[in-house]
Antibody, heavy 120, light 110 residues
Framework: EGQLVESGGGLVQPGGSLRLSCEAS????????MHWIRQVPGKGLAWVSR????????TYADSVKGQFTISRDNAKNTLFLQMNRLRVEDTALYYC?????????????WGRGTLVTVSS | QSALTQPASVSGSPGQSITISCTGS?????????VSWYQQFPGKAPKLLIH???KRPSGISDRFSGSKSGNTASLTVSGVQVVDEAVYFC??????????FGGGTTLTVL
């Protein structure tokens, strides 16, 4: 069973930037699509972004397109999310998530999340 | 990408069956057999319960089942137990390698 560990969250002022990281272990990281999914504490889930296995194809939710950038380093088994021009409404717990063809692109491994708080 | 619609809460007595609906559109739930369901306990990450509408990953109890009709997917929990009290989320592919979640449903076992 694989594991995902996020880091990089914290308190940032509106307009600021953060870079989230996610270290994968226990599975062949380079063979899986990876995603970021966020959740306002006590609220619902929202898919944010996805990256394919070689990092060349990415997609974003309309709410973050042009603001966030997803990337990966397969040699270091690490996923990233560069978050720029942060807004109060970006405050959430950010999960690093794996999807698998075996589960029809279902999100089968989740990290514990890293909290991003955007506030002045 | 509009969120899928789920009831805010459902409840049932131990041993009963409950069903949670998830309504989308012809651009997501109705278009793809890529609906998944997740169970989330307080303070924990979500867990995959159902994928591709009705398939259970290894280790998931057969008390959980999924189905779909038109633009609405459903999760049924048979013989509901106190340990099933959690929040349940549906998710669907929305095309163009994008995904959309429902708002979540809190299951209470009375």
């Amino acid at each position: 069973e694989g594991q995902l560990v996020e880091s990089g969250g914290g308190l940032v002022q509106p307009g600021g930037s953060l870079r989230l990281s996610c270290e994968a272990s226990g599975f062949n990281f380079s063979s899986f699509w990876m995603h970021w999914i966020r959740q306002v504490p006590g609220k619902g889930l929202a898919w944010v972004s996805r990256i394919n296995t070689n990092g060349r194809r990415t997609t974003y939710a309309d709410s973050v397109k042009g603001q966030f950038t997803i990337s990966r380093d397969n040699a270091k088994n690490t996923l990233f999310l560069q978050m720029n021009r942060l807004r109060v409404e970006d405050t959430a717990l950010y999960y690093c998530v794996r999807s698998s063809l075996v589960t029809g692109d279902g999100f089968d491994i989740w990290g514990r999340g890293t909290l991003v708080t955007v506030s002045s | 990408q509009s969120a899928l619609t789920q009831p805010a809460s459902v409840s049932g007595s131990p041993g009963q069956s409950i069903t949670i609906s998830c309504t989308g559109s012809s651009g997501d739930v109705g278009a793809y057999n890529l609906v998944s369901w997740y169970q989330q306990f307080p303070g924990k990450a979500p867990k995959l319960l159902i994928h591709e509408v009705s398939k259970r990953p290894s280790g998931i109890s057969d008390r959980f089942s999924g189905s779909k009709s038109g633009n609405t997917a459903s999760l049924t929990v048979s013989g509901v137990q106190v340990v099933d009290e959690a929040v349940y989320f549906c998710c669907s592919s929305a095309g163009d390698n994008k995904w959309v979640f429902g708002g979540g449903t809190t299951l209470t076992v009375l």
